[in-house]
């Protein structure tokens, strides 16, 4: 391929553990965990249940990607490329995502 080579996409195990490490991430950011928090609608104590639920991983890579500087904040501090978390929520969130930036 010409200016570089392609990246794999990523296995399920990948994009499952790019999920949980943002919710890491939000753990430390309590102003950003409570938004998420919010828009979501998941009490604090709720969300180990809630991360049994289908589409709770989907939601936190999309949080992410649905604000640039949260997104650039989180790749900074996690050594992550930016199209690697959008590949992450992709393999997640299913071919609904297909029109997610």
Do not use: Y
């Not at 991430?25 to 309590?30: I, Y």
């Not at 500087?69 to 989180?74: I, N, Q, S, W």
């Amino acid at each position: 391929m010409p200016g570089g080579r392609k990246t794999a996409a990523p296995g399920g195990e990948e994009a499952e553990a790019m999920a949980i490490r943002i919710l890491g991430w939000l753990t430390g950011q309590p102003e950003l965990l409570g938004r998420f928090l919010a828009l979501t609608g998941i009490e604090a104590g709720s969300i180990r249940r809630a991360a049994a639920e289908p589409g709770f991983l989907a939601g936190l890579t999309g949080f992410v990607m649905a604000h640039e500087p949260t997104l650039m904040a989180f790749c900074a501090e996690n050594d992550v490329k930016a199209d690697r978390v959008s590949a992450c929520h992709h393999r997640l969130a299913g071919p609904e995502s297909e029109n997610w930036p």
